[in-house]
């Protein structure tokens, strides 16, 4: 007998809720690509449990973050960046720290060469 899991009923609250909010948003602003700060502004006037704390409001920051993932990936505009900048391996390595002070040991195991 397998137990089926549902959803909690703060978590189907806020999916309905911002499904139709990002619905009605790009249904009155159809220009691409989607302006996310005007459309998380648009989600967050609609947050539906009172108070913004505990587990209700864990839960909806949880689906407006799975909610905008499409929107993150697919549709950003160029004129906003990503505020996460990833690391890269192909940026290059990072700078050498300057010398230590005369008289200060470091840890640099850069042992000459004889």
Do not use: C
Request: hydrophobic share 30%; no cysteine.
């Amino acid at each position: 007998m397998s137990i089926i899991r549902r959803s909690s009923r703060w978590r189907e609250v806020a999916q309905k809720r911002i499904k139709k909010v990002i619905k009605l948003y790009l249904k009155a602003n159809p220009e691409r690509p989607v302006n996310l700060n005007a459309l998380k502004k648009e989600i967050s006037k609609a947050y539906p449990f009172g108070e913004r704390k505990n587990h209700p409001y864990k839960i909806w920051l949880s689906e407006v973050k799975n909610q905008l993932k499409y929107y993150e990936t697919i549709r950003f505009d160029p004129q906003q960046p990503p505020k996460i900048k990833l690391y890269s391996p192909l940026r290059g390595k990072p700078k050498k720290s300057p010398p230590p002070p005369p008289g200060q040991l470091s840890l640099d195991l850069d042992i000459p060469k004889k």
